[in-house]
């Protein structure tokens, strides 16, 4: 039986059917295939499997509207950009534009983004399965979706190469200059020049935005905000700590994510975290027996196929610690100028750049959440992931710290039986 979408389930697109997706004849969801189907699922089955949960079913309403909404408002002449830099929220929002983060392509996406890839693109097969993701998700949406991307250059360099591919496409791309910090320390000077250098970019990145000046005041109010969510943030993983049951790992997951973007609904976002704290803060009080269970902390690329998740807590594990790009362990400095206290939040931060920096902040916070081994995420192809994964894992492996590799697709889908069996021996080893 046909999906919902353009393609018959199970079924790719060839490229007579992706130009005309292109073209924007074709007005059907972009649900083309039954792994994105299967996603969904996944959603709907974590959002059943909370029932008891007034907050996480209303984190999950805004997290299947947050596109399609945001799609909205852009065509209603709402401010809307495409982001890859997880910290960008309070100068999005300060300047009247809803941020959409790119990692969202790879929920959206299925096997026929690799296909518009590969066909249109000329992508090798052997590629990076994240830039093929968002080259092919880009390009179905292109008739649908906000043609403005905000990037971020250190990132990756095959996506710098991707970037310029969909500036052929009528994309209109804005580069932050990198200024990743390489070192684990830095003299003050030299911190302060790449402080300055950053608060440049961002000047021009508002007026990109907005085509006028910084609003300063307003930036001030939104770092405020941001700063009251992390705490809320910090607040829920602790509580978490104590009946890691009550919230599992994919809506813990989404709940993170939120602190980028808010969802584009940064009110109701809030108002999710307020009635989880009390929810959690009551479950406190009678926790689910955990006893047995395996505490694991994520480190690196968030993963796509959610099934993962759900191996992860059948087997009797649970993610307590997560390291990736969402980084909830520190705020802004009120005490400094807006402006400078973003900038030199960014280059103070230890989710980019050098992977011997990023080790402090998972080392840091591994005994808090009690956790006994490390998950080493990363995506299929990604050179750059896996030498940063060899890094760590090497770095905790001389600590006594178990870690194991997974890699994953960007785009839904299925995982491997490999991966899933792997996921399960690592929670038994970890049992005994």
Request: charged fraction near 25%; include cysteine.
């Amino acid at each position: 039986m046909a999906s919902t979408g353009i393609a018959a389930a199970g079924q790719g697109l060839n490229l007579l059917d992706l130009t005309r997706v292109r073209s924007g004849t074709q007005t059907e969801k972009l649900r083309t295939t039954e792994a994105l189907d299967s996603q969904l699922a996944y959603m709907e089955e974590t959002r059943r499997d909370h029932g008891y949960s007034p907050a996480v079913a209303r984190l999950f309403d805004l997290v299947l509207d947050f596109i399609d909404d945001a799609e909205g408002a852009a065509r209603n002449g709402r401010g809307v950009a495409w982001t890859s830099v997880p910290f960008l929220a309070p100068l999005f929002y300060a300047s009247d534009t809803l941020p959409i983060p790119i990692s969202e392509l790879g929920r959206l996406g299925s096997s026929d983004s690799l296909a518009a890839a590969e066909d249109y693109f000329q992508l090798p097969k052997e590629s990076c399965a994240m830039v093929g993701a968002i080259l092919g998700e880009f390009y179905l949406r292109a008739a649908q979706t906000p043609r403005r991307l905000v990037v971020y250059n250190a990132q990756c360099e095959p996506l710098n190469l991707a970037w310029e591919l969909l500036k052929d496409e009528g994309f209109e791309v804005f580069r932050v200059e990198a200024v990743n910090r390489p070192n684990v320390a830095d003299d003050a000077e030299r911190v302060a020049q790449l402080q300055a250098f950053l608060a440049d970019e961002l000047v021009d990145l508002v007026r990109w935005l907005t085509g006028g000046p910084l609003d300063e005041t307003r930036l001030a109010g939104e770092i405020r905000r941001a700063n009251r969510i992390l705490a809320k943030l910090r607040r829920i993983l602790r509580l978490r700590v104590r009946d890691p049951l009550y919230i599992r790992s994919l809506a813990t997951m989404y709940v993170l994510m939120g602190m980028t973007h808010y969802f584009g609904k940064p009110e109701q976002y809030e108002d999710v975290l307020d009635t989880l704290i009390e929810e959690l803060e009551a479950s406190a009080a009678a926790p689910r027996p955990a006893d047995k269970l395996v505490r694991l902390a994520w480190v690196g690329g968030r993963g796509q196929e959610f099934g993962v998740y759900k191996t992860i807590d059948d087997a009797g594990g649970t993610i307590t610690a997560w390291h990736n790009a969402d980084d909830w362990t520190r705020d802004y400095r009120e005490d400094l100028p807006p402006l400078e206290a973003y900038a030199d939040y960014i280059v103070t931060a230890r989710t980019l750049g050098s992977p011997v920096r990023q080790l402090q902040r998972i080392e840091e916070y591994l005994p808090e959440f009690g956790a006994q081994g490390i998950l080493f995420y990363g995506y299929i192809g990604c050179s750059f992931g896996s030498v940063h994964r060899e890094i760590q894992a090497e770095y905790f492996r001389r600590r006594g710290i178990q870690g194991i590799f997974l890699e994953g697709s960007f785009q839904v889908g299925p995982p491997t039986g490999q991966l899933l069996t792997r996921v399960r021996a690592f929670v038994e080893m970890l049992s005994r």
